[in-house]
């Protein structure tokens, strides 16, 4: 049985909330584990500033798809979100294996983020809603800027 939209919107909000959540509240939290799993090639300042301002970006295109609703606009903003945390969901689940420890997030993304994009999958690209191509743009971008990232922390 398909979810309507507005529902698929309001739990990808929901689980972006419990995401940040879960990365943040944990102690030693997100931050000092990316560290971990990348080491910066210099010492720099805190990037606590970057992270509050891409996870309220993340927020506003929740709040996006949601003011669009139903629409090809709608469709597309949420997928390219939920594309990105897909792919965030599993930059985590790659981080624990690597460190063998822990990944504030993992829990969220492995349950949350990758089931919602699977849903959305098989009801927008399934039924013709979202073009195919699209689809593949959106996993390409959500890919990618965790490949930026990677290369950002690194340096």
């Known amino acids: 049985m398909p979810i309507s939209f507005s529902t698929l919107a309001i739990f990808l909000a929901i689980a972006v ?36 301002w891409i996870n309220t970006l993340m927020m506003c295109a929740c709040a996006f798809a949601l003011y669009f609703g139903d629409t090809f606009h709608g469709h597309s903003i949420w997928y390219f979100n939920a594309a990105i945390a897909a792919a965030n969901a ?17 829990i969220t993304g492995t349950l949350l983020y990758i089931p919602l994009f699977i849903v959305g999958t098989m009801q927008l690209v399934g039924s013709g809603l979202l073009p195919l191509h699209r689809a593949i743009i959106a996993i390409a971008i959500g890919i990618g800027y965790h490949i930026f ?3 950002r922390q690194g340096k």
């Open 17 to 52: 909330m419990l995401h940040v959540t879960e990365e943040f509240l944990y102690p030693g939290g997100f931050p000092e584990w990316y560290a971990r799993l990348i080491p910066p090639k210099k010492v720099k300042k805190s990037n606590t500033g970057f992270l509050v």
């Open 90 to 106: 599993c930059f985590h689940i790659y981080g624990l294996l690597k460190l063998k420890a822990y990944s504030p997030g993992v």
């Open 149 to 151: 990232s990677v290369i």
